[in-house]
Nanobody, 122 residues
Framework: QVQLVESGGGLVQAGGSLRLSCVAS????????MGWFRQAPGKQRELVAV???????NYLDSVKGRFTMTRDNAKNTAYLQMNSLKPEDTAVYHC????????????????WGQGTQVTVSS
């Protein structure tokens, strides 16, 4: 019904940049918030960046000043600009959305993309 598709991952050297995109499609009335998470093999999933109810964005401490999340509401698309990448940023990055599927419906935050691989070499 609702799909989130990430793109933009790849292999980059330390210090380089990547821009991830997440496009939401399907039965969407309104997206209220979007976020980015990441998970390395055998490690806990981390919240990278998420919009809060006040309209600002909360970032993982280790990415503050390097990563910036933006959203284009008209395109139902979120972006994650990643600069000054480090090998520790290597992970699969997943997009998350909180949205209504119809007018007056509840807001659910259980929508996830398939992930895009980011690999940073030293």
């Amino acid at each position: 019904q609702v799909q989130l598709v990430e793109s933009g991952g790849g292999l980059v050297q330390a210090g380089g940049s990547l821009r991830l995109s997440c496009v939401a499609s399907g039965s969407i009335f309104r997206i209220h918030a979007m976020g980015w998470f990441r998970q390395a093999p055998g490690k806990q999933r981390e919240l990278v960046a998420v919009e809060n109810s006040g309209g600002s964005t909360n970032y993982l401490d280790s990415v503050k000043g390097r990563f910036t999340m933006t959203r284009d509401n008209a395109k139902n698309t979120a972006y994650l600009q990643m600069n000054s990448l480090k090998p520790e940023d290597t992970a699969v990055y997943h997009c998350n959305a909180g949205l209504q599927t119809q007018r007056g419906g509840v807001i659910k935050y259980d929508y996830w993309g398939q992930g895009t691989q980011v690999t940073v070499s030293s």
